[in-house]
């Protein structure tokens, strides 16, 4: 179930990742193009020509028309217009140059200090109009830039939250925020499907304490600095009063009147029958194998009894007494009691199955409780993905039975290790768990059951050689200098291809 869940986060964090990606890179093509609108245009050959186009028609009016009056005025307008695309330099360059050119066609004769007079004034004059220009050209294309800033913002925000709430309708999982008082403030499609609500509005605004009492619990908890980031799996119930099992992953986020949750729900209805039906049926098969066990005890006990009655009948005046032949009878009336067995017809659900996906399993299962002892587990998998005839269920229970009894028999070593190998024998795969423990004293009472010595019941390698047998396959004890090492032989689907 959990690997489900977060194989569906992955892939929408995948997609959100590949989405802002997109965002930000369109962003910054968008901001690029808007740094160069705040600079001077790169084209200005057009406004330069018309610039100059006046100055000649100014220049040539009053050179031809030999007016009394001077156009100095005039001089202002190819400046104004060159003002647009040049910098401040080259607008005080060009001032001073249309303020000499004015001083070209004065009206009359003046003396050396007004021509200079003149010629200042007009220049402080242009100069003032240009730059005054320069700067409200500036200010514009300043302006028009951050309008297209603002614009461009405006456009990625809406375009990611399209994006996100397409994320979030999209999603199996039922997404949630809530306020401090437990009410929904925003709840995705699934999130009012899977608590019997109608799309869209009918689940906003209602409590959710009476639904998913555990969201009420985090946000009545959460005050102050005291944030939550976590999961929990828990009881849900629907409009119409149904529970069912649900998984959470939720946090918290603000203070005060601002505490608000945000929460993804899944519904693991399907996940809990799965379990209880395997669980019910290892129940089942562990009862099956127990009396199995049992049985197999009480026939030993008949065997002996039966050869003690046997001697007993060869004495004389024995075969006739009552008291005997009664004891006769019990003895073959307990045999057939007895004759229960394991149902060898019955087999397994097995098929074929990834021998190296179920090592990855195991691994994630025993390597913490090596930690703990301080151990250390080696794997040493020398086929590549092999496909086994097995019961995916059984064949674990055989793998954590043996890495049990290897982490019970070496915690107490100085350096406790597990050796876990896999490699190919003809038509079979061999599993080897060997650990450094202190071995086994008689390993020919191995997978007897009910063993004196045993930590346990003393079942657990009877059980799972019967496993082991119900698909076909063999566990063998390997007797080896140090430690103790089990073999478990599969058979192997490219063998059987290959024949």
Same mark, same amino acid.
């Given at each position: 179930m959990f690997?489900t869940?977060?194989?569906r986060?992955?892939k929408?964090?995948?997609?959100?990742?590949?989405?802002?990606s997109?965002?930000q890179?369109?962003?910054l093509?968008?901001?690029?193009s808007?740094?160069?609108?705040s600079e001077?245009?790169?084209?200005?050959?057009p406004a330069?020509?018309?610039?100059?186009a006046?100055?000649?028609l100014v220049?040539?009016?009053?050179?031809f028309?030999?007016?009394d009056?001077?156009?100095?005025?005039?001089y202002?307008?190819p400046?104004?217009v060159?003002?647009?695309? !040049?910098?401040r330099w080259?607008v005080?360059?060009?001032?001073?140059a249309?303020?000499?050119v004015?001083?070209q066609?004065?009206?009359q004769?003046?003396t050396?200090?007004?021509?200079?007079?003149?010629?200042?004034m007009?220049?402080i004059?242009?100069?003032?109009?240009g730059?005054?220009?320069?700067?409200?050209?500036?200010?514009?294309?300043?302006?028009l830039?951050?309008?297209?800033?603002v614009k461009l913002e405006?456009?990625?925000r809406?375009?990611?939250?399209?994006?996100?709430r397409?994320l979030?309708?999209?999603?199996p999982?039922?997404?949630?925020?809530?306020n401090?008082r437990s009410e929904v403030?925003?709840?995705?499609?699934?999130?009012?499907e899977?608590l019997?609500?109608?799309y869209?509005?009918d689940?906003v605004?209602?409590?959710?304490e009476?639904?998913?009492?555990?969201l009420?619990?985090?946000?009545?908890?959460?005050?102050?600095?005291?944030q939550?980031?976590?999961?929990?799996?828990s009881?849900?119930t629907?409009?119409?009063g149904?529970?069912?099992?649900?998984?959470?992953w939720?946090?918290t986020?603000g203070?005060g009147?601002?505490?608000?949750?945000?929460?993804?729900?899944?519904?693991?209805?399907?996940?809990v029958?799965?379990?209880?039906?395997?669980?019910f049926r290892?129940?089942l098969?562990?009862?099956r194998?127990l009396?199995g066990?049992?049985?197999h005890e009480?026939?030993?006990?008949?065997?002996a009894?039966r050869?003690?009655?046997s001697?007993?009948g060869?004495?004389?005046?024995?075969?006739?007494?009552?008291?005997f032949?009664?004891?006769?009878s019990?003895?073959?009336?307990l045999?057939?009691?007895a004759s229960?067995? !394991?149902?060898?017809?019955k087999?397994q659900?097995?098929?074929?199955?990834s021998?190296?996906?179920?090592l990855g399993?195991?691994?994630?299962?025993?390597?913490p409780d090596w930690s703990d002892v301080g151990g250390e587990?080696?794997?040493?998998?020398?086929?590549?993905s092999?496909?086994?005839?097995?019961?995916a269920?059984a064949?674990?229970?055989?793998?954590?039975?043996?890495s049990q009894?290897?982490?019970?028999?070496?915690?107490?070593c100085?350096?406790p290790r597990?050796?876990?190998a896999?490699?190919a024998d003809g038509?079979?795969?061999?599993?080897?768990f060997a650990d450094n423990?202190p071995?086994?004293?008689?390993?020919s009472?191995?997978?007897?059951?009910?063993?004196?010595e045993?930590?346990?019941?003393g079942?657990g390698?009877?059980?799972?050689?019967?496993l082991?047998?119900?698909f076909?396959g063999?566990?063998?004890h390997?007797p080896v200098?140090?430690?103790?090492?089990?073999?478990?032989?599969?058979?192997r689907?490219?063998?059987?291809k290959?024949?």
């Open positions: 690997g869940v977060v194989l986060k992955s929408q964090d995948q997609t959100s990742q590949v989405i802002i997109a965002l890179l369109a962003r093509r968008r901001l690029a808007l740094d160069a609108i001077a245009p790169k084209d200005r050959k330069l020509l018309s610039a100059l006046l100055l000649v220049v040539s009016f009053e050179y028309q030999q007016l009056f001077s156009l100095g005025i005039f202002v307008f400046i104004i060159a003002a647009t695309v !040049l910098r080259q005080v360059l060009l001032a001073f249309c303020a000499w004015r001083g066609f004065f009206a004769a003046v050396l200090l007004e021509f200079w007079l003149r010629y200042a007009a220049t004059a242009y100069c003032g109009v730059l005054l220009v320069v700067e409200m050209s500036q200010n514009r294309r300043r302006a830039s951050a309008y297209a800033r405006q456009e990625m809406h375009h990611a939250e399209d994006q996100l397409i979030a309708e999209s999603s999982a039922a997404i949630l925020t809530l401090r403030l925003a709840a995705n499609r699934a999130a009012h899977m019997g609500y109608t869209p509005h689940l605004g209602k409590s959710i009476d639904h998913i009492p555990v009420a619990g985090a946000l009545r908890v959460s005050t102050g600095n005291r939550i980031r976590t999961s929990a799996s009881w849900a629907r409009a119409n149904e529970t069912f099992p649900v998984a959470t939720f946090s986020y203070d009147e601002d505490l608000r949750l945000a929460g993804i729900l899944v519904d693991s209805s399907e996940e029958r799965e379990r209880e039906r395997d669980n290892h129940i098969d562990y009862n194998l009396a066990a049992v049985s009480i026939r030993n006990m008949c065997s009894i050869v003690v009655t001697n007993l060869k004495k004389q005046g024995m075969p006739g007494d009552a008291d032949s009664a004891l006769t019990l003895v073959t009336s045999s057939k009691i229960f067995d !394991l149902d060898q017809s087999q659900d097995s098929g074929w199955l021998l190296n996906d179920l399993h195991l691994r994630v299962v025993i390597e587990i080696t794997w040493n998998i020398q086929v590549p092999p496909s086994v005839h097995a019961d269920h064949l674990l229970q055989i793998f954590l039975n043996l009894n290897s982490l019970r028999a070496a915690q107490d100085v350096d597990l050796e876990i896999t490699w038509p079979n795969v061999v599993i080897s423990g071995g086994i004293a008689d390993p009472v191995l997978f007897q059951p009910f063993r004196p045993a930590n346990g019941s079942l390698l009877f059980i799972s050689r019967t082991a047998r119900s076909s063999q566990l063998n390997v200098r140090q430690g103790c090492r089990f073999e478990l032989v599969l058979r689907q490219e063998a059987v290959e024949v």
